[in-house]
């Protein structure tokens, strides 16, 4: 026995719509223009950024040293040659204040072998202290 085949149901243009009374309301999506930020990104990125900062703030903060003011007497002529180095410097393009000389002073008697540094010594008068009589 062979079976006539069926022709399909039309298709028609317009689909079947449910009746009225069975429809259920339809609830309308709000879709933003704006783009929302991938979650990995907006939690990681700052907390990342934030362990970068603090672990270079640590090694940045250097502790402030304590500045020391002291008063001294100086003979003109050696007054006379602090001027004459700080033009020196700001001819090399590098212009310091006496108190820039006088620390880079220490430094360089400090680098001093013994036998250099006592012969710097012995070589700078020693002078009475106190303040000038005017």
Do not use: W
């Not at 640590?58 to 003979?75: A, G, N």
């Not at 002529?77 to 410097?89: A, G, H, Q």
């Not at 393009?93 to 540094?117: C, P, Q, W, Y």
């Amino acid at each position: 026995m062979v079976k006539k085949a069926t022709a399909p149901a039309p298709l028609t243009s317009k689909p079947q719509v449910a009746p009225a009374a069975t429809a259920k309301p339809v609830k309308k999506v709000v879709i933003s223009k704006l783009k929302p930020k991938p979650v990995a990104k907006t939690i990681v990125k700052p907390m990342a950024e934030a362990v970068v900062k603090a672990a270079v703030e640590k090694v940045v903060k250097v502790k402030k040293l304590k500045q020391m003011r002291d008063s001294f007497t100086i003979p003109k002529t050696e007054y006379v040659v602090l001027n004459e180095l700080k033009e020196r410097s700001a001819s090399l393009t590098h212009a310091v204040k006496k108190s820039e000389l006088l620390r880079a002073g220490i430094k360089a008697l400090a680098a001093m072998t013994d036998a250099n540094f006592l012969s710097a010594l012995k070589a700078v008068p020693a002078i009475k202290t106190g303040r000038p009589k005017k």
